[in-house]
């Protein structure tokens, strides 16, 4: 019976840690700007995530061809400085969401 009880709460705090690991997904941040249509917006947040590689590291570009490595993540805070900087204001209702999240790093 101690055993037993022992094994319990070993498996207890077992996963009661591992659940203290899982991080939560960062939310999903809206951009609205007056009169901008969906696609404004896509064509804006793919090219403020480019920006937000290369600004991120000279690494992370190849200089032959300019693309991207493919394990390479946006910063986050570029990618919402440029945002920005084309006008577009973070919101938390309305605006627009992209179609595909993208994961990023701070």
């Not at 809206?30 to 804006?44: G, N, T």
């Not at 946006?74 to 595909?100: A, N």
Request: proline share 7%; with cysteine; net charge negative.
């Amino acid at each position: 019976m101690e055993q037993r009880v022992t094994t319990e709460v070993i498996i207890f705090l077992m996963l009661s840690s591992l659940a203290a690991c899982v991080t939560p997904p960062a939310p999903q941040v809206r951009f609205d700007r007056p009169k901008a249509s969906a696609q404004d917006f896509e064509v804006d947040r793919v090219m403020c995530i480019q920006h937000s590689l290369r600004k991120k590291s000279g690494a992370d570009t190849n200089d032959y061809d300019g693309s991207i490595a493919k394990n390479a993540l946006p910063s986050r805070t570029e990618y919402t400085k440029c945002m920005i900087e084309r006008d577009w204001h973070m919101v938390t209702e309305g605006g627009f969401l992209p179609q595909s999240p993208t994961a990023m790093t701070e």
